[in-house]
């Protein structure tokens, strides 16, 4: 847990020392809402399961500073995930569960005009997951009465804007685990499109 924080804080001071190279620049600021799906699965350690991509969705609203080509981006979504597991020896497991992300990132836009902008970004996200739910056998049960609500991870991917919408195509990886018996990290790539306010 201490090599994934000090991972995370050396994103976070990477974000600030490029914000302060473009400190002259005037920055703007903007609010907006964003709705989209995910695609997510679990890596595991168990020789006995295989993760499969289950779809889920996500809402919530979002905050982006620009100064000149670069920007930093902050959202706060609900996330609905869900995925499924193969079990070796015959039958399936689903797993859904609920989450509250902090994603915070920070981007550039490779092309930059008046009404649209092609982006590229990359950050950390903090979760704190609830409402998991599991329907499988009673072992698999047992392993996710410990499951871990709170999740940090990585983040990055590609966006275009055009006027005030906007959408996002990003891949985000877990780098703790959501079951400390099966080491459990979540895996997602989602679609999401805003719409920018003012």
């Given at each position: 847990?201490?090599?994934?924080?000090l991972?995370?804080?050396?994103?976070?001071?990477?974000?600030?020392?490029?914000?302060?190279?473009?400190?002259?620049?005037?920055?703007?600021?903007?609010?907006?809402?964003?709705?989209?799906?995910?695609?997510?699965?679990?890596?595991?350690?168990?020789?006995?399961?295989?993760?499969?991509?289950?779809?889920?969705?996500?809402?919530?609203?979002?905050?982006?500073?620009?100064?000149?080509?670069?920007?930093?981006?902050?959202?706060?979504?609900?996330?609905?995930?869900k995925?499924?597991?193969?079990?070796?020896?015959?039958?399936?497991?689903?797993?859904?569960?609920?989450?509250?992300d902090?994603?915070?990132?920070?981007?550039?836009?490779?092309?930059?005009?008046?009404?649209?902008?092609?982006?590229?970004?990359?950050?950390?996200?903090?979760?704190?997951?609830?409402?998991?739910?599991?329907?499988?056998?009673?072992?698999?049960?047992?392993?996710?009465?410990?499951?871990?609500?709170?999740?940090?991870?990585?983040?990055?991917?590609?966006?275009?804007?055009?006027?005030?919408?906007?959408?996002?195509?990003r891949?985000?990886?877990g780098?703790?685990s959501?079951?400390?018996?099966?080491?459990?990290?979540?895996?997602s790539?989602?679609?999401?499109?805003?719409?920018?306010?003012?």
């Amino acid at each position: 847990m201490k090599q994934q924080f000090l991972a995370l804080s050396s994103l976070l001071l990477c974000i600030t020392c490029s914000v302060d190279i473009q400190a002259q620049q005037t920055p703007a600021f903007h609010i907006g809402v964003k709705g989209g799906t995910s695609f997510t699965k679990t890596s595991t350690e168990s020789s006995s399961l295989e993760g499969k991509y289950g779809l889920g969705y996500q809402a919530g609203v979002m905050t982006r500073m620009d100064i000149g080509s670069l920007y930093v981006q902050g959202e706060a979504l609900f996330n609905k995930r869900k995925t499924s597991y193969e079990i070796k020896n015959g039958g399936s497991a689903k797993l859904s569960w609920s989450a509250i992300d902090i994603p915070i990132v920070i981007g550039y836009k490779v092309v930059k005009t008046n009404d649209f902008n092609l982006r590229v970004f990359a950050g950390g996200v903090y979760s704190y997951a609830f409402n998991n739910n599991l329907s499988t056998s009673q072992a698999l049960q047992e392993g996710f009465k410990k499951f871990d609500k709170s999740n940090i991870g990585i983040t990055g991917g590609l966006g275009i804007d055009y006027k005030n919408l906007t959408v996002d195509l990003r891949y985000e990886k877990g780098l703790s685990s959501i079951s400390k018996d099966f080491k459990f990290k979540p895996n997602s790539f989602s679609l999401g499109i805003g719409y920018f306010l003012f």
